[in-house]
């Protein structure tokens, strides 16, 4: 197809985000809600938001530092614990507030070690969200010292997903920020309530980006050290594939995480990828290099709504193509952070 000079889209929604708290939180809100109506805000602060109350509070402080003018509403999430009540799961449910709770592997990313340390402990809860149709967002990565990092994804499927659908079938899932072909296949090909968000820098580059600039030459490039971990080319190309398919149980997740500048360029680096800045602009690109701009739309506007079951959201977004420049980095409360790609071109920019 003839590649356009302008995109017009439905006002597309994230439904993966990380926004911390307080004024780091204020500063980079601003970046997500000049392009999305909405998004699941993740819940793994300090300490984590485990209960309806905190979420409430939580939302309460996000929407004070929405700056004026601005239309966004956050979606709040619960963080699920070896310990979470099938009280607090419909307390969540009747909030209206509340639209999934997250189940972090116990030190699988930032912020995870207050998480689940064996899912059949959360079985009370887990029944609980299934007859209140609340749905479960899971970083799928298991976390055995013992297993390869770029392999965790796939052993999470085989050792911890498939017996857990077993065990609760009528379960809504989303197994977020997918990296690896064998997950693109398990979600497509699974019948039931399963989908999967994927992530701009899942969809823009391989393992080899986190090793090796533009021109080739090696360095860890800790920027874009993220988790799950970028893979091989082959399972790229595999979610791209997905994300740009028919399947509507593929959508749009950024994933974005920002850390201060200082605690990704260190010797034990935080795992995250800030990409609220050029979060849209970076998709298209994906869809442009697939040949797929047409459908950019239903994966980043209305699959996501349609499988939470919320209504689309009816304003509209205007992308055109101008080169622009990344910024090198942006204020984060106290510190600054970097943007994934800093400082390189991007051909699309939201000008509306």
């Given amino acids: 197809m003839n590649s356009p000079t302008t995109i017009t889209l439905t006002?597309?929604?994230?439904?993966?985000?990380?926004?911390r708290d307080g004024a780091a939180m204020a500063d980079v809100l601003p970046h997500t809600a000049r392009q999305f109506g909405r998004a699941i805000v993740m819940p793994n602060l300090r300490p984590p938001v485990?209960?309806?109350?905190?979420?409430?509070?939580?939302?309460?402080?996000?929407?004070?530092a929405l700056p004026d003018g601005m239309?966004?509403?956050p979606l709040m999430t619960l963080y699920l614990t070896d310990n979470t009540s099938a009280d607090e799961i419909r307390r969540a449910r009747a909030s209206g507030i509340v639209h999934g709770v997250k189940l972090y592997p116990a030190g699988a990313t930032t912020h995870s070690d207050a998480g689940v340390t064996d899912v059949r402990?959360?079985?009370?809860?887990?029944?609980?969200?299934?007859?209140?149709?609340?749905?479960?967002?899971i970083h799928g990565e298991v976390t055995d010292p013992e297993v390869d990092v770029f392999d965790r994804e796939v052993r999470f499927i085989d050792e911890v997903l498939l017996p857990l659908r077993r065990s609760f079938p009528g379960l809504r899932m989303v197994l977020e920020h997918i990296t690896t072909q064998d997950a693109a296949q398990y979600v497509a090909e699974t019948e039931g309530r399963?989908?999967?968000?994927?992530t701009a820098h899942h969809l823009l580059?391989?393992?080899?980006?986190?090793?090796?600039?533009?021109?080739?030459?090696?360095?860890?490039?800790?920027?874009y050290y993220c988790l799950p971990v970028l893979k091989r080319e082959r399972h790229r190309q595999a979610l791209l594939a997905a994300a740009t398919g028919e399947s509507a149980r593929f959508f749009l997740g950024t994933d974005s995480a920002p850390h201060p500048k200082g605690d990704k360029e260190n010797a034990c680096g935080c795992a995250g990828c800030f990409t609220a800045a050029s979060a849209i602009e970076m998709y298209a690109m994906a869809f442009e290099e697939a040949d797929a701009?047409?459908?950019?739309?239903?994966?980043a506007s209305f699959r996501g709504a349609d499988f939470y079951g919320l209504p689309r959201n009816t304003a509209r977004i205007t992308l055109q193509r101008r080169g622009w420049t990344v910024p090198e980095a942006l204020k984060f409360g106290d510190a600054t952070v970097v943007p994934l790609a800093a400082g390189e071109t991007l051909p699309w920019q939201m000008v509306a």
């Avoid at 006002?11 to 926004?19: A, G, Q, T």
């Avoid at 980006?209 to 080739?216: C, D, K, Q, Y």
Wanted: aromatic fraction near 8%.
């Fill in 11 to 19: 006002r597309p929604d994230d439904w993966h985000l990380h926004l």
């Fill in 194 to 198: 399963i989908a999967a968000t994927i």
């Fill in 205 to 223: 580059y391989s393992r080899n980006a986190i090793f090796l600039t533009p021109e080739g030459r090696a360095g860890v490039r800790p920027h």
């Fill in 293 to 299: 701009l047409d459908r950019l739309e239903d994966f």
């Fill in 71 to 73: 239309d966004f509403e």
């Fill in 121 to 137: 402990k959360c079985k009370v809860a887990l029944e609980t969200m299934q007859r209140e149709d609340l749905p479960l967002l």
């Fill in 50 to 64: 485990t209960t309806t109350a905190q979420a409430t509070a939580y939302r309460d402080r996000i929407l004070a």
